[in-house]
């Protein structure tokens, strides 16, 4: 029937073709009988929940409602984003066979990439099914819709320690914060500086991060004696292992430093020895005159 046909009582007029024992086909006169259509199998997708963002790993997850008329088996949640930038780890999610009215719920992994866009998106599911005479079938589109967040830092870097003196070495401390949802683990860190700054232990590892927990690492620098009072960059990058194992490597971040003046380590040099020789000149002068 058409999809549009109205759920009432149809008549329908049958004809038998049939060879009677003479040989000769015949026709026999019309039968009437009726027929009530019943409602095309539908579903419905409610509690719909994601946590999807530019950049990273989330799910997309909700319940089918088997709307009726009859029970299905076999189900399948199919979801293929038509975005090339949404990935889906597995496009088909197998749920329990439900009976007119009962429900079932399904998680898909998603992952939006780099060149995705913050943004709204329309997703359609369609479930595939065997209905009551074992025929496979599938839904219309199921539509739901969800948001993308925007891109944001998987670290947060502060520098605890942010100055050092002309001249000096210095142990500097730096804050790391898992700006993400996912713990991380074995964490290494690495600095990198340019001249007047240098460094002979730039490396540090932190074997866990949990979820926006705050790890601190050090690093040793050194300040050329020369350099001029004023704030140089500190370039980090990380490497990192996530929760299924891939390793991962951040974008470069860069914090600040800030060189000063050279510790004051007493009397300058020339003036001690200009004491000296006043001192010495007056004792000179003092002897002759006694010697006199």
């Known amino acids: ?16 073709n049939y060879r009677d024992i003479d040989g000769i086909d015949r026709s026999s006169r019309p039968l009437t009988t009726g027929v009530r259509p019943t409602a095309e199998q539908s579903f419905s997708v409610t509690n719909v929940s994601t946590n999807l963002r530019v950049g990273e790993e989330g ?3 909700g319940t089918v409602v088997n709307n009726g008329p009859d029970a299905v088996t076999n189900p399948v949640v199919m979801f293929s984003p038509s975005n090339p930038n949404i990935v889906v780890d597995s496009s088909e999610y197998a749920i329990p066979d439900i009976a007119p009215g ?46 993308i967040e925007p891109k944001r830092d998987r ?6 320690t942010d100055e050092i003196a002309a001249g000096s070495d210095q142990a500097v401390t730096i804050q790391i914060t898992n700006n993400g949802e996912q713990p991380l683990q074995n964490v290494e860190a690495k600095a990198f500086v340019e001249s007047p700054l240098s460094s002979d232990n730039d490396e540090a590892i ?26 140089y960059p500190v370039s980090l990058d990380f490497q990192y292992e996530m929760p ?16 000063t003046e050279p510790e004051d380590s007493g009397f300058p040099l020339p003036l001690i020895l200009g004491v000296f020789v006043i001192i010495g000149v007056a004792g000179i002068g003092g002897w002759r005159r006694w010697s006199s």
């Open 102 to 147: 009962e429900r079932a719920n399904f998680e898909y992994t998603v992952t939006v990439s780099d060149a995705g866009s913050a943004s709204v998106q329309q997703f359609n599911l369609t479930t595939r099914y065997r209905n009551t005479r074992g025929d496979v079938q599938r839904s219309d589109g199921l539509e739901t819709r969800a948001r």
């Open 59 to 61: 799910t997309v997850s």
């Open 206 to 231: 932190v074997t866990s991060l949990a979820a926006n927990e705050t790890a601190e690492v050090t690093i040793a620098l050194s300040a050329a004696s020369g350099a001029l009072p004023k704030t």
């Open 244 to 259: 299924d194992g891939d390793s991962e490597v951040s974008k470069t971040y860069t914090t600040a430093i800030v060189v």
């Open 155 to 160: 670290f947060i870097i502060k520098t605890a």
């Open 1 to 16: 029937m058409v999809d549009d046909a109205t759920l009432r009582a149809y008549s329908v007029d049958l004809t038998v």
